[in-house]
């Protein structure tokens, strides 16, 4: 069938010349894409239905000026070309999105870093200053905090009163926390 007595039975709504046409122009569109897209692309097929359906609603508008299997095929490589652009748009986002996911993981590995070491420092100062401390405290104090001992264990342990205990783990976190204040201080004057 030509082009021309084809495109009027189209338009005329011929339901034998619609199958014509999809069966004559099919497989060539089809590979179009294929070679566009990749043979494996699993948007191939939607390319190929939307060429036709573009097709037959632009039909009125074909001018005969080219064969009607180069509309066709121009036609389906547009639509590919489009499938391809989009695709970049998106993997320019994705990627974008991967770049600000990892700059704020880095981040957050940075200010974990950060505090991970000032913990550290603080816990030397702290330990540093409670050398300074007399052996009582750092008795009453060790026993509490770094052993996790109740008073009345610790009570039985120096053999002193529970409030003994109480009171001088009292005076000792005091003098402790003046202690490393005061060392604070000096550093950030320096």
């Given at each position: 069938m030509e082009d021309r007595e084809l495109v009027q039975k189209l338009l005329a709504k011929d339901k034998e010349a619609e199958r014509h046409f999809f069966h004559a122009y099919r497989d060539r569109l089809y590979k179009a894409c294929s070679y566009v897209l990749g043979y494996q692309d699993p948007e191939i097929e939607d390319v190929t239905q939307e060429t036709f359906m573009i097709a037959l609603q632009s039909l009125g508008q074909f001018e005969f000026r080219s064969s009607l299997s180069t509309w066709l095929v121009r036609i389906c490589m547009n639509r590919c070309h489009d499938r391809v652009r989009q695709r970049q748009r998106q993997i320019v986002k994705v990627v974008e999105e991967l770049e600000s996911l990892a700059r704020s993981h880095s981040m957050e590995m940075e200010r974990q870093k950060e505090a991970e070491e000032e913990q550290k420092r603080l816990v030397?100062?702290?330990?540093?200053?409670?050398?300074?401390?007399?052996?009582?405290?750092?008795?009453?104090?060790?026993?509490?905090?770094?052993?996790?001992?109740?008073?009345?264990?610790?009570?039985?342990?120096?053999?002193?009163?529970?409030?003994?205990?109480?009171?001088?783990?009292?005076?000792?976190?005091?003098?402790?926390?003046?202690?490393?204040?005061?060392?604070?201080?000096?550093?950030?004057?320096?």
């Open positions: 030397r100062l702290i330990a540093a200053q409670t050398e300074i401390l007399g052996d009582p405290c750092r008795g009453v104090l060790k026993l509490r905090d770094e052993e996790g001992k109740s008073y009345a264990a610790i009570a039985g342990e120096l053999r002193i009163p529970i409030g003994t205990v109480m009171s001088r783990l009292a005076r000792c976190k005091e003098a402790l926390k003046q202690l490393v204040l005061n060392a604070l201080k000096e550093e950030s004057n320096a």
